[in-house]
């Protein structure tokens, strides 16, 4: 209730008027029934303009911390997250990953929509990082379509540290769905979970012309961080340096 409550009257207004978002593909949004959106993900405000332009509301699961604050400020967190559809989701890995991709298929199981981004976390440098097999196994497990959704613009709007998202026209290209029925039964054959991640990647690429590097973001974020910890030792170096962890990269055409 408190989500549609946010986008129909209090939230969703105001932003719709202050940033004006465009969205391309609405058409390819299934009226009724499951779907899984796999976005790229550039910034913290995909989870709020996303589900702003799509009329069907979509959950997202969110990093665990976000619903365990302590004190007022940690209640309204839990609070805002929750209204703006996002679910709890312990990134630790192992068991913890499972019970995340357990809840998404209980709601894909109830007809509606799971939002989730493959790459695992924010990009952290505007690139499209290698996406992990969690998706894959979503709509394997689930027999729902996966639309692939690029979210355009956000990293410049919001980029990392910034408390408030500059005023911009931010978008969403929706993709068609893909249907990956010929792999039902498959979701525990780890070749097969590659290669549908793999297809899902290769359509977010397509539709967001953004630059593909073979490597999990994580890994990258923690080369970068590395790096300026080095830079900030020894002194400055060359300009390649913080792009190390992109050394296998294929470009969008």
Known sequence: MFYWFLKVFALGPLLKTIYRPWAEGLENVPREGPAIFASNHLSFVDSVFLPLVVTRRITFPAKIEYFTGVGIKGRLTALFFRGIGQVPMDRTGGRASQLALDAGLRILQRGEIFGIYPEGTR??????????????????ASGAPVLPVAMIGTDTMQPPGKALPKIMRPGVRIGKPLDFSRYEGMEDDRFVLRSVTDEIMYE????????????????????LALSRRRSADTGPTDDGAERGAGTDVRKAS
């Open 123 to 140: 990009s952290p440098d505007g690139r499209l990082y290698k996406g992990k097999t969690g998706v894959a196994r979503l709509a394997l």
């Open 204 to 223: 977010l690429m397509e539709l967001s012309g953004q630059e593909y590097v073979d490597v999990y973001a994580q890994r990258a974020k923690d080369e």
